[in-house]
């Protein structure tokens, strides 16, 4: 059978009409087959309404730097001068600010992340404004926060008591919650802070020097091991850097020595969990949030022109494209080439710490209200499938964000009625990877089940040639799309086959089109 499908892919004319634009996309569901991790489609906000049907949730961000587990107490950091406020909600129930996230995730049939301050601080009050220049303020305005209590837990410690335990805390959630490690669609894992690396600019109230290499490796060491004494089946991630120059340096830490940080604090829990006899972080975890420009202009931000969006729809390329390279100051004064960040990060691991898997916590690449962020979601979205991402969790850079949403709802929800794109990935190419991305998908135990997604980045219709390899016959297929005119999937109409495994395909300008095939 691979013999005859190869014969059929040797050449085939374009099919589409005379002038158009054509690409050819070709799908063989016997090559690359590899399971897509539920958990990369994330968010950090309310899964509901827009984002119906995603699955994963985290309670991170900056507020969770100082986040007091026992009062809900918290502080903005830079964020908001310096406030020490019940922001996060909770009242005075231990634990308050993060149930919602748990009962979310719960009732949406979703896994959750749950941040564990290890900064060495948590808020002590809900006063307002901290006085960043008083040295008296670790004592009158936080509390000191440790991983290890070492006596017996409470469900209900003391809210006088001088420190605040986070093993004691991962305790709460385990009695609270206990399908945490054992339902595999809810589970509920653990990430150790949030953005060490620039906590000086951050979060000076509570650790006013820059964070070391020798530093963050000492605590999460600590901190993984509390918490897999008390959950040892828990997920741990880390060190949840900000961006680039936290993976590269630790932000210019003082005892890097040129040493790249990631190679640094991997291979030194791969050092620490053999002593341990036990694995203490599973999860690589970063944020990334694109510094490519279009026309001077960062894409990650709201902005829409035509450079800003062209920019912004190649900007998923420096995940996985080892030839592309995007106009940002990672390229100019760092790599010096293109980024490749997914297979970097991925050879970094390999060599350090095999078996560690890869969490990208928070991303954005903007465009919320205009299609071209719908395009750089769903793009982002079919590229964490294909090369094997662990869990992502889209941060919104503004309370509404339609298009992004509807980017989703292309993989979780494109039939309005919680058609999902497949659980496992197989071979999709394009030969124009800078004017069309396509992913194709099926499914375990249902192999005669196949969904491909396939985008057009320009501002020109294009026709597709569809060649696809599959075991079983594919006569027609239902087309959703989502184009500039409405945010949300609508059915465009169903499309046969032009022959066998054959099909065509017409692309409005910026459109992502989800096909469901029919036998």
């Known amino acids: 059978m691979r013999t005859f499908f190869a014969a059929i892919l040797i050449a085939f004319a374009p099919l589409t009409a005379r002038g158009q634009a054509t690409v050819n996309f070709t799908i063989d569901a ?20 827009r984002r119906a049907n995603l699955t994963f949730i985290r309670f991170g961000g900056n507020r969770t730097t100082a986040y ?3 009062t809900n107490a918290s502080n903005a950091g830079s964020d908001y001068r310096y406030n020490n406020d019940n922001y996060l909600g909770g009242e005075n129930v231990p634990g308050g600010a993060v149930i919602p996230t748990l009962r979310n995730a719960f009732e949406n049939n979703a896994g959750a992340l749950i941040t564990v301050p290890i900064n060495g601080y ?3 009050d809900e006063n307002g404004p901290v006085d960043i220049h008083d040295p008296a303020r670790f004592s009158t305005r936080f509390k000191r926060e440790a991983p290890v209590k070492g ?4 469900l209900r410690p003391d809210p006088a008591e001088p420190v605040v335990y986070q093993d004691e805390f991962v305790n709460w959630v385990k009695v609270h919650y206990p399908y945490g490690q054992t339902d595999a669609n ?19 109230e509570v650790h006013p020097q820059p964070p070391t290499y020798a530093e963050m490796l000492a605590k999460t060491i600590a901190y993984a091991t509390a918490i897999k004494r008390v959950e040892p089946r828990a997920l741990v991630y880390g060190p949840v850097n900000y961006g680039w120059g936290g993976m590269v340096s630790l932000q210019g830490a003082a005892d890097g020595n040129g040493r790249d940080f990631e190679a640094f604090y991997l291979s030194g829990l791969a050092r620490a969990s053999a002593a341990a006899g036990k694995r203490l972080v599973d999860v690589l975890d970063i944020h990334w949030y694109p510094e490519a420009r279009g026309g001077g202009i960062r894409v990650a931000g709201p902005e829409v022109s035509p450079e800003v969006d062209a920019a912004r729809v190649q900007a998923p390329r420096s995940l996985w494209d080892s030839t592309y390279m995007e106009d940002s100051w990672i390229t100019s004064a760092s790599t010096h080439g293109p980024i490749d960040l997914v297979p970097r990060l991925q050879k970094i691991i390999d060599a350090n710490y095999p078996g560690t898997r890869l969490s990208i916590s928070e991303y954005n690449y903007g465009g919320g209200t205009d299609i071209s962020g719908a395009i750089a979601e769903a793009d982002v979205l079919g590229i964490y499938g294909r090369m094997g991402v662990f869990s992502a969790n889209e941060w919104p850079n503004d309370p509404e964000e339609p298009f992004i949403a509807a980017g989703f709802a292309m ?16 071979s999709a190419a394009t030969d124009d990877a800078a004017e069309t991305s396509v992913y194709a998908s099926i499914d375990r135990g249902h192999g005669d089940r196949m969904i491909v997604i396939a985008m057009n980045k320009t501002d020109h219709p294009i026709g597709a040639n569809l060649r696809i390899m599959h075991g079983g016959r594919l006569g027609r297929a239902e087309v959703y799309r989502l184009t500039s005119a409405e945010a949300r999937p609508i059915l ?8 066998p495994w054959a099909f065509v395909l017409d692309m409005p300008p910026h459109s992502i089109s989800t096909i469901r095939f029919l036998q």
Do not use: Q
């Open 30 to 49: 016997t090559r690359d087959i590899r399971p897509i991790s539920r958990f990369i489609y994330g968010v950090n906000e309310t899964i509901g309404g």
């Open 186 to 204: 809810r589970p509920i894992y653990f990430e150790l802070d949030n953005e060490p690396d620039i906590w000086s600019g951050t979060h000076p």
């Open 151 to 154: 006596s017996t837990f409470s």
């Open 68 to 70: 007091n587990w026992v």
């Open 411 to 426: 993989y979780r929800n494109f039939d309005g009625h919680g058609g999902v794109f497949g659980d496992t990935s197989v």
């Open 492 to 499: 465009v109409g169903v499309i046969a086959s032009t022959g």
């Open 122 to 124: 948590v808020s002590a």
